[in-house]
């Protein structure tokens, strides 16, 4: 992984999208979304999973969507519960995209 720019060109060429895993834990590093070859940031169940009950949880989402969009990444939040509520307050801080454990019926 000694030239990042000769990976993030086969990358680009072979359309693979690499995403930056689990951010918001506390082991994650922000400055890893600087990263120019992160196509998507998946935003950590433990920060999504607070979001209507914690004003920091929230804030922080809130700060990582708008960085993840402005560099042109996809945020993904992960969502154990696939709660209403906790869905709607991420799409309205512009998380359009989800991922849950699946339960079947």
């Known amino acids: 992984m000694q030239d990042m720019a000769l990976i993030q060109s086969f990358t680009s060429e072979a359309e693979i999208m690499l995403c930056l895993d ?3 834990r506390p082991q994650s590093r922000f400055g890893s979304q600087c990263e120019p070859f992160f196509s998507l940031v998946k935003l950590s169940v433990h920060l999504c999973d607070r979001i209507c009950d914690d004003a920091r949880a929230r804030s922080q989402i809130e700060g990582i969507v708008t960085l993840a969009k ?3 990444q996809i ?3 992960q969502n154990s519960t696939h709660d209403a ?3 709607l307050a991420l799409a309205e801080l512009g998380c359009e995209y989800f991922q849950g ?3 079947s019926l």
């Open 22 to 24: 689990h951010y918001g």
């Open 70 to 72: 402005t560099m042109g």
């Open 75 to 77: 945020p993904i939040a």
């Open 85 to 87: 509520a906790i869905q």
């Open 101 to 103: 454990p699946y339960k």
